[in-house]
């Protein structure tokens, strides 16, 4: 039993500080030295299954519970209702909750909790209606989901509604959060107004969310008005500095933190290296990665990320890449930053063998590593691996965006393969920008093709009905003067057909 209770604890631990992988690596071990199923564990696994939507390993732990006999224990059907609902399963969720043969209101919470977390509003609030007992999770649920769905109006309904007695500071948080995750601060400031407890997460969330719409001043008027302050705190304006690029800022933060007694965490070492980053400030980021190794902080995958990404961007890629071989745990995030600094410093062979790599690990590369991909084959004149890159991205079901179409029609270009490029923004699904046919134009200037040139010109002609994007693109060009005629006649005319005069070539 004791031998049970630590593997439950040590499980625990892996939960607790998110993370699941562990959980469910532990539990792995435990299941093959007892040769079958750990039931105190069962909860927990499933809670880590859900958190990395591993729906396969979840139906083997279900199948194991089913054949232990356990299926009616309450926790462990509640678990699998949570389980396959965030597993995006809901039909298996709505399975399990109808034959759970007991269901308490944590059962209900997470059916309603799986419907809202799939989109379908409507069936939760079905079961919200038949509910016989509400909590203030159950509430918190709703307003959450309406939330996620996008149906502002009906989460601030419910919040509304929220009977007095289970309208906690918790509820009160998570409304204000929902307007200030999605950008509308005068509504989250209404209900911050109202509140008559504030807990220290709901001021972070506020000072988090001017920031993030660019209001640093009233950010900081919130920050200055906290008597007391805590870690969370702190964090929220290092890290808010951190985003709008003010790096000088961010460093005189970080020192007034640690003179108030607070140590940092990672959290706040992650902020102060993005700033480095963006600053290129490497002594700066090597002494803070000293600090790190001289703590008791974790090197978690946030934190590694963070370091790679730093490093590379300040052009110390050796260090970055030794860090990201001696990583035990990498994610899209890790192998998107060294492959981004190889492309960006010219090192466009490296960038291509790493995402060769990447693809050979288990890893799936995402919209941010072939941009990276597509830019340095760019630098480099790859034009091969472009375009066989560009071709994957259909194959990894990765959509592609406006930015990847440029890279590629700037690699064609630069390559003196006009027509492709012409044909290539002719097929696009989108509306060319000014950068995209600037860079093309730029090419045929280049490339001294006047025929292709005219070409070009007529296509925009006929695109567009406006003199300020015609004048975007010779400045995206690089041709000034004509930029400048185009800035005239728009002044004067405002916005009309672009004239024929458009066609010649400086």
Not at 176 to 196: D, H, I, L, P, Q
Not at 422 to 444: D, Q, R, W, Y
Not at 451 to 462: G, Q, S
Request: neutral net charge; hydrophobic residues 40%; glycine residues 8%.
């Amino acid at each position: 039993m004791r031998q049970n209770t630590g593997w439950y604890d040590s499980i625990k631990n892996c939960i607790t500080h998110r993370k699941p992988e562990a959980a469910i690596l532990t539990y792995i071990r435990i299941r093959g030295c007892w040769g079958g199923i750990v039931i105190p564990a069962v909860p927990l696994v499933l809670k880590a299954c859900a958190s990395l939507s591993l729906l396969n390993f979840g139906k083997v732990v279900h199948s194991e519970i089913f054949k232990s006999g356990i299926e009616c224990n309450v926790m462990v059907g509640t678990s699998l209702v949570d389980m396959y609902g965030k597993c995006r399963d809901i039909a298996s969720a709505r399975q399990q909750f109808d034959e759970m043969p007991d269901r308490n209101f944590i059962s209900w919470n997470a059916m309603i909790g799986g419907y809202m977390w799939n989109g379908h509003t409507e069936i939760a609030s079905a079961l919200f209606a038949m509910m016989t007992e509400r909590t203030t999770v159950t509430w918190n649920t709703m307003i959450t989901g309406y939330a996620r769905n996008g149906d502002m109006a009906t989460a601030r309904f419910v919040f509304d509604a929220v009977p007095r007695g289970l309208k906690t500071v918790v509820t009160w948080t998570l409304m204000v959060n929902v307007y200030a995750s999605n950008g509308n601060m005068e509504a989250a400031r209404e209900v911050f107004e109202k509140m008559g407890v504030r807990n220290f997460y709901v001021w972070s969330v506020m000072i988090t969310g001017y920031f993030k719409i660019g209001d640093v001043v009233k950010a900081r008027e919130l920050f200055d008005g906290i008597s007391l302050r805590n870690l969370v705190i702190w964090n929220s304006l290092i890290s808010g500095y951190a985003q709008n690029r003010m790096f000088s800022e961010v460093m005189d933060a970080f020192t007034r933190m640690q003179e108030d007694g607070f140590e940092p965490d990672e959290v706040t070492l992650v902020s102060v290296l993005s700033a480095c980053a963006q600053a290129g400030m490497l002594d700066v980021g090597r002494e803070i990665h000293e600090r790190f190794l001289n703590s008791r902080i974790e090197l978690n995958e946030f934190v590694v990320n963070s370091l790679v990404d730093m490093y590379a961007k300040c052009g110390d890629l050796g260090t970055a890449r030794l860090i990201f071989e001696e990583a035990l745990a990498k994610n899209s995030a890790t192998w998107n930053s060294l492959i981004t600094g190889f492309a960006v410093h010219g090192r466009c062979r490296e960038a291509i063998e790493l995402f060769t790599r990447m693809e050979e690990s288990s890893m799936r590369p995402d919209e941010i590593t072939f941009l990276s991909v597509l830019s340095g084959c760019a630098h480099g004149g790859l034009v091969e691996e472009g375009l066989e890159s560009f071709s994957k991205m259909e194959r990894y079901g990765v959509k592609r965006s406006v930015k990847h179409y440029g890279c590629l029609v700037d690699l064609l270009g630069r390559a003196g393969r006009l027509e492709d490029a012409f044909n290539l923004v002719k097929e696009m699904p989108m509306e060319p920008n000014h950068t995209i046919l600037g860079s093309l134009l730029g090419a045929c200037r280049t490339h001294s093709d006047t025929y292709m040139t005219a070409k070009v010109l007529e296509f925009i002609n006929e695109l567009s009905h406006h003199y300020r994007l015609l004048s975007n693109i010779y400045a995206a060009s690089e041709r000034w003067e004509m930029a400048e005629r185009m800035r005239v006649a728009f002044s004067a005319k405002g916005c009309e057909k672009i004239t024929g005069c458009s066609v010649l070539v400086a």
